[in-house]
């Protein structure tokens, strides 16, 4: 993990975060942060990763998912350039085609990713460098420039990080959790059928498309919320329910 002078604020939502692979959320009350933290810690080492998708279901409701696809990533730079594959994920997700949906969305992380750090001069050749070397100086940028709650916003991106680091792109064989949400072991196969395609890999790598829609917010500015709903966004979560309908009545498929 990148050194940085700058100091987080909230070394406890990082830790707890982390401890159950996942990272502090951007668009999200600290409140809403600090009742999941809470919990996590209570139930300590029994809280497991279905509880976690539970827990995340409630955050990515289809009202919300809706006005980020029409009015957050396709007016966030770099991250507009990915709108559409965004959005046919969202659908997916909310058809339950967990394996498409999430195979979607992280060839956008990394390619966002590499967009935004050739923009600020920082890549540094493999991804888990540029990456590493783009949140580094977006920790400077905030610093400098006195954005928002400095130390707020250095604890998610030092959160970002480490989530990126220790689960998304670690080693497969190194990955210790029970969910699959490796990029190596879903984009180069090594994760067939039972190994990843559930909700809770969705609602970790959407977190981190809003991650990377939060840091372009910083540079290139943007609010800290989510989009107000609008008449066009509650047409597009009505569809959403629907396909949420139409996903419940489909046979279930049989896995041998």
Known sequence: MATSSAVGSRPYFVEKLHQVGWLIPPFVSVGWMGKVAALIDQV??????????????????????????????????????FQTIIAESVEAHFLS??????????PVIEGAARRLADKRGVQAG?????????????KTHVVAKRIGDVGEIVS???????????????????????????????VHGIFADREFGSALNFYKVITSVNALTFI??????GSAFVPDHTTQSA???????????IASERRPRKVI
């Open 44 to 81: 300590g080492v029994d809280f497991s990763q279905p509880e976690l998708e539970q827990v995340l279901g409630a955050l990515f409701p289809s009202d919300t998912l809706a006005s980020m696809v029409l009015d957050r990533y396709p007016k966030t730079p770099v991250i507009k350039d």
């Open 126 to 138: 493999a991804l888990s460098r540029t990456i590493a070397a783009l949140i580094e100086h977006c």
């Open 216 to 221: 372009s917010s910083l540079y290139y500015g």
């Open 97 to 106: 085609l967990h394996h498409v949906a999430v195979s979607g969305l992280v």
């Open 235 to 245: 047409e597009l979560a009505r569809y959403y329910d629907l396909l949420s309908r």
């Open 156 to 186: 998610m991106l030092e959160s970002f990080e480490m989530f990126l680091s220790n689960v998304l792109f670690v080693n497969a064989k190194k990955y210790s959790l029970t969910d699959g949400t490796n990029r190596h072991g879903i």
